[in-house]
């Protein structure tokens, strides 16, 4: 317990006292040695940075999930195979049981599994030593309110039960609940337990407040949290407005524990866990309050290294400081996957133009107060599909008219303004419901861009 003490205090004073230089020294030492591990004990970055230059991290070359995945038996460093580590998770999935631990040669090892959004396996595997270190800072930067210090059960739902997120320690207590089970036996599951917190995708959190607002779920959590999908504006409004509290939000991947909100309510980076780099299309750097992609570099894990490691993510630094004093960078917007972006043909050069996920979803937002969910689907770069799931008390022709007359200039408009061909804007009204097994996407582009440019 007094290992436990001594490394949440220093988590603790690190996000609250370290400056930006601290910040980038502690980064820079850390790096170094997490490459030294990975060449000396992976097969695979030994081969991989073959003739590089080891202290120049910054420069080394990237890897992504498909590279990762197709190398896992030598990328990991503890002579685990792909198929084995595949058919423990797969296990776990099945019997839902994530108490598990895969022991081999006298050791055990905490092992997740990811589909992704874009339905590519990825395995989390930690050792116990690793998980405490993801656990013992998550729980340091929660911004627990006083009241909630006495008890503090957390309610954690989603579908894949990561090991960064198994936090048992002290008074802090979570209870796992499985989004696969249905919705009435999670609500009986949440009416039985009376979370003090609640942690969700924000797709299940606004179900829940949904039950909430008819009194099927009967349960007041005071701190309620969203992670694993993008937090749009006007969800963590309503969740703000059912639940009566703030929405927290956390930034977690198989990757890592990228960010976590403050008591400020803002989503700061965990500058001594990761290393996160925010890049343009040439994977140059971009300064703060330009939107560029992620390139990940795991500070903890030696198990599976993860150095430079390119997720399709997309997102924004704020250029200002915390309320809240701490020098961590501050994360102002997720815009999203890199492929939840339309690509528009620019008239003149033919070539393609991006167009963020977050303007499509402005202009079906601003149309009708009346949505209950949507989702865009870019088919060509001339061709969207909106389909529109209106609240049940307004499913009018009227209401109908709305959108198939404002919506669809409001698009062509956007277009324009990149100078790009005005789309075709198809509009369907249809119930959507939503697949747990995969995470919420309603702005997405289904080709790819060398399908057309």
């Avoid at 490394?7 to 930006?20: I, Q, S, T, Y």
């Avoid at 979570?174 to 979370?195: A, F």
């Avoid at 930034?251 to 960010?259: F, M, P, Q, S």
């Avoid at 008219?401 to 919506?407: G, K, P, R």
Wanted: proline share 6%; net charge positive; with cysteine.
């Amino acid at each position: 317990m007094g290992n436990i003490l001594t490394a949440f205090l220093k988590a603790r004073w690190r996000f609250k006292h370290w400056n930006p230089a601290k910040i980038h020294a502690f980064q820079v030492r850390q790096a170094q040695k997490t490459v030294q591990y990975a060449v000396t004990h992976s097969q695979f970055y030994r081969s991989y940075y073959k003739d590089k230059n080891l202290h120049d991290v910054a420069q080394l070359p990237l890897i992504d999930k498909q590279i990762m995945m197709k190398n896992f038996s030598n990328f990991n460093t503890v002579g685990l195979t792909k198929e084995e580590c595949m058919e423990f998770c797969l296990q776990n999935e099945e019997t839902r049981d994530f108490s598990r631990k895969y022991k081999k040669n006298k050791q055990q090892y905490i092992m997740g599994m990811s589909t992704g959004t874009s339905g590519n396996r990825g395995i989390e595997l930690v050792t116990k030593k690793e998980a405490s270190k993801f656990q013992v800072s998550f729980i340091s930067r929660f911004p627990i309110p006083l009241r909630l210090r006495g008890r503090f059960h957390l309610a954690f739902i989603l579908r894949v039960f990561s090991p960064g997120f198994n936090v048992n320690i002290g008074k802090f207590r979570m209870s796992y609940v499985s989004p696969m089970e249905t919705l009435e036996n999670i609500i009986e599951k949440l009416n039985r337990m009376q979370p003090t917190a609640l942690s969700a995708p924000p797709s299940m959190l606004k179900i829940l407040a949904e039950a909430k607002q008819d009194s099927t779920l009967q349960i007041s959590p005071n701190l309620v949290a969203s992670f694993a999908e993008v937090l749009t504006p006007e969800t963590k409004e309503y969740l703000q407005h059912i639940f009566g509290t703030d929405i927290l939000e956390v930034y977690k991947c198989t990757e890592g524990l990228l960010a976590q909100s403050c008591k400020a309510g803002r989503l700061h980076i965990n500058e001594d866990l990761t290393i996160l780099e925010v890049v343009d299309e040439y994977d140059k750097p971009v300064s703060p309050g330009t939107p560029g992609r992620v390139i990940v570099t795991d500070l903890v894990k030696r198990t599976t290294p993860i150095i430079r490691y390119r997720l399709n993510d997309i997102l924004t630094i704020d250029p200002e400081p915390c309320p809240c004093g701490s020098h961590f960078r501050v994360i102002k917007q997720i815009q999203g996957r890199s492929d939840d972006m339309f690509l528009g043909c620019r008239i003149v050069t033919h070539s393609p133009q991006f167009i963020f996920g977050d303007y499509i979803r402005r202009a079906i937002v601003s149309t009708s107060d009346h949505i209950r969910e949507y989702r865009a689907m870019q088919e060509t770069p001339t061709k969207i599909t909106v389909e529109i799931d209106l609240l049940s008390e307004f499913q009018s022709p009227e209401e109908q008219s709305i959108f198939l007359t404002e919506l669809p200039p409001k698009i062509i408009q956007l277009f324009g303004k990149h100078n790009c061909e005005p789309p075709e804007v198809v509009i369907k009204f249809k119930p959507i419901t939503h697949d747990f097994n995969v995470k919420l996407r309603r702005i997405f582009r289904n080709f790819n861009k060398t399908d057309y440019f």
